[in-house]
């Protein structure tokens, strides 16, 4: 299997004195002070955030990041790249350890009392990938009775085992544990689980890594808004965020990196700005 790299992507977040913005009221005003700024991002999700060895993290959401990034304040800017697994995402905008997350994001209910959300920058459907040989599941409906990845920290396997308003699915399904996607997709093809869901272009991401060993089922179960994440209360750099976000649509960055990374594959890829949710 091709992913030794992933398994390897993992380390130790440490505290950063100087993430969080610091003694700054906004992460903006950090930029704007310091040049410097922290980004956290997955480091293995490939074509998201995938980091190799001692460079930086490459993907869609990294590239997003940058773009952003340099836009908030019009100068150049140093970028600390750390790791934000999703299980620690609140922890380390809460604890001053990033100044923001790119990280496949989606916006939530339950997040918004916790996090500030900038955007979204791209509406995302929630999908399924098995195995491409298993013949039992062909529409979600199959899911029903069988193994499905709960990725530590994320939600969308709540999209198919819970009730509504947090559910849309509500069938039964044993739910099989792992830290996260990519031990989801190791799981997967090692056959301890059945189905892995979550965004498609994450789950294609993995997909083109392994051609021929894995399938989507192209049905989608909800829309997602991957968002950019920052320290409650920053309204301004929220603000500053989502001018960036129209503007990175508007020139047309956002089109040219999702076909840079996903224009291999056949799903269909955003094409439109979406709606900024508001900078509470």
């Given at each position: 299997?091709?992913?030794?790299?992933?398994?390897?992507?993992?380390?130790?977040?440490?505290?950063?004195?100087?993430?969080?913005?610091?003694?700054?009221?906004?992460?903006?005003?950090?930029?704007?002070?310091?040049?410097?700024?922290?980004?956290?991002?997955?480091?293995?999700?490939?074509?998201?955030?995938?980091?190799?060895?001692q460079g930086e993290p490459q993907g869609f959401d990294a590239d997003v990041a940058r773009y952003i990034v340099h836009h908030l304040t019009g100068g150049d800017?140093?970028?600390?790249?750390?790791?934000?697994?999703?299980?620690?995402?609140?922890?380390?905008?809460?604890?001053?350890?990033?100044?923001?997350?790119?990280?496949?994001?989606?916006?939530?209910?339950?997040?918004?009392?916790?996090?500030?959300?900038?955007?979204?920058?791209?509406?995302?459907?929630q999908d399924t990938m098995v195995r491409a040989d298993d013949t039992t599941i062909r529409q979600v409906s199959d899911l029903r009775g069988k193994r499905v990845?709960?990725?530590?920290?994320?939600?969308?396997?709540?999209?198919?085992?819970?009730?509504?308003?947090?559910?849309?699915?509500?069938?039964?399904?044993?739910?099989?544990?792992?830290?996260?996607?990519?031990?989801?997709?190791?799981?997967?093809?090692?056959?301890?689980?059945?189905?892995?869901?979550?965004?498609?272009?994450?789950?294609?991401?993995?997909?083109?890594?392994?051609?021929?060993?894995?399938?989507?089922?192209?049905?989608?179960?909800?829309?997602?808004?991957?968002?950019?994440?920052?320290?409650?209360?920053?309204?301004?750099?929220?603000?500053?965020?989502?001018?960036?976000?129209?503007?990175?649509?508007?020139?047309?960055?956002?089109?040219?990196?999702?076909?840079?990374?996903?224009?291999?594959?056949?799903?269909?890829?955003?094409?439109?700005l979406p709606p900024p949710e508001g900078c509470p």
């Open positions: 299997m091709r992913r030794a790299a992933l398994a390897g992507a993992a380390v130790t977040v440490g505290l950063a004195a100087c993430g969080g913005g610091g003694s700054y009221a906004t992460v903006v005003d950090k930029i704007r002070n310091t040049g410097t700024v922290v980004v956290g991002t997955k480091w293995d999700q490939p074509s998201l955030g995938l980091k190799i060895g800017v140093r970028i600390t790249w750390r790791e934000s697994p999703s299980s620690t995402r609140e922890a380390l905008l809460q604890n001053g350890t990033v100044d923001m997350i790119v990280a496949s994001y989606s916006i939530t209910e339950s997040r918004k009392p916790k996090v500030t959300f900038g955007g979204p920058y791209a509406i995302v459907p990845c709960l990725a530590e920290g994320s939600n969308s396997y709540r999209r198919i085992v819970d009730p509504p308003p947090d559910g849309k699915l509500n069938l039964p399904a044993h739910l099989v544990r792992a830290a996260n996607y990519s031990d989801c997709v190791r799981k997967l093809e090692n056959r301890q689980l059945d189905a892995v869901s979550t965004e498609n272009l994450l789950l294609a991401g993995f997909a083109e890594q392994e051609p021929g060993r894995f399938r989507l089922l192209n049905q989608p179960i909800t829309n997602e808004k991957w968002a950019v994440g920052l320290r409650k209360g920053d309204t301004a750099t929220c603000e500053a965020v989502n001018a960036a976000i129209a503007r990175m649509w508007q020139d047309g960055t956002t089109t040219r990196l999702l076909r840079k990374w996903f224009g291999r594959t056949d799903l269909v890829l955003p094409s439109t």
